[in-house]
């Protein structure tokens, strides 16, 4: 608890799955929590949750593919907290569907959230960290972004494409005291895609719990200053 503990994270996606037990968990070790995601009503829930527990977080709506909207809450971090110490960038949505109609408005919304907003919140944190003189940025992939799946051309395409994001800010940021890593999750028990919990954990299928992708991102943030873990695969077992 000792190493993260007065630390600040802005974790993206924050008011339900795995966005919300990431954050519940970094608060659990002490860091100060900022939570983005589009949905006000849900956000504060899960903001309430964690300082009902005795934590600290700020509830932050905002798209993260709007840029003034997440600078906004970058500024908010800072003002509330004193700066910015992580940003999970773990917001995504899969919309699926054949592609030979697949609608370009759903392909849109695709790369906007999951790749487009990991880039412009990883841009608006960028400046917070330089203030801190560190910083250290998670985001969290899939194993969609390894293997392409039917149906899925616009989820694969935007966890491949986050994946080639990740390792170019962490070629470009590490000499700068920036770690940026990536946790490649295999099947999460969620509502995701469309897909009640209730209804994945009757398919027979193994799946991982949101709760095991939050233990993954403390231990990567827990690791010590001389070492990096740029990828991280966590599968069903």
Not at 106 to 127: D, E, I, K
Not at 130 to 143: E, F, H, L, P, V
Not at 162 to 191: F, H, R
Not at 198 to 218: L, N, Y
Request: glycine share 10%; hydrophobic share 45%.
């Amino acid at each position: 608890m000792t190493k993260l503990l007065g630390k600040v994270a802005l974790v993206t996606g924050a008011s339900r799955g795995v966005g919300r037990a990431i954050a519940r968990r970094l608060a659990k070790d002490g860091m100060a929590v900022v939570l983005l995601a589009r949905g006000a009503e849900a956000l504060h829930a899960a903001a309430r949750e964690i300082e009902e527990a005795g934590g600290h977080a700020l509830a932050t709506p905002a798209d993260v593919a709007d840029p003034i909207a997440v600078e906004q809450a970058v500024a908010a971090a800072e003002a509330r907290f004193g700066g910015l110490d992580v940003l999970i960038n773990n917001a995504g949505i899969s919309l699926a569907g054949p592609s030979a109609d697949y609608p370009l408005e759903h392909w849109q919304q695709v790369l906007a959230t999951n790749l487009t907003g990991a880039f412009v919140c990883s841009r608006a944190a960028y400046p917070a960290f330089k203030r801190r003189g560190s910083g250290q940025i998670i985001a969290i992939d899939s194993g969609a972004g390894r293997q392409g799946y039917p149906r899925m051309a616009a989820y694969s395409a935007s966890k491949f494409g986050l994946i080639g994001l990740m390792q170019a800010l962490a070629a470009e940021w590490g000499p700068e005291q920036i770690k940026v890593s990536t946790i490649l999750p295999g099947s999460i028990l969620t509502d995701f895609g469309g897909r009640s919990t209730a209804d994945r954990a009757h398919s027979g299928t193994k799946f991982i719990a949101p709760e095991d992708v939050a233990e993954a991102v403390v231990y990567l943030l827990k690791q010590p200053a001389r070492a990096w873990t740029q990828e991280m695969n966590l599968w069903p077992f």
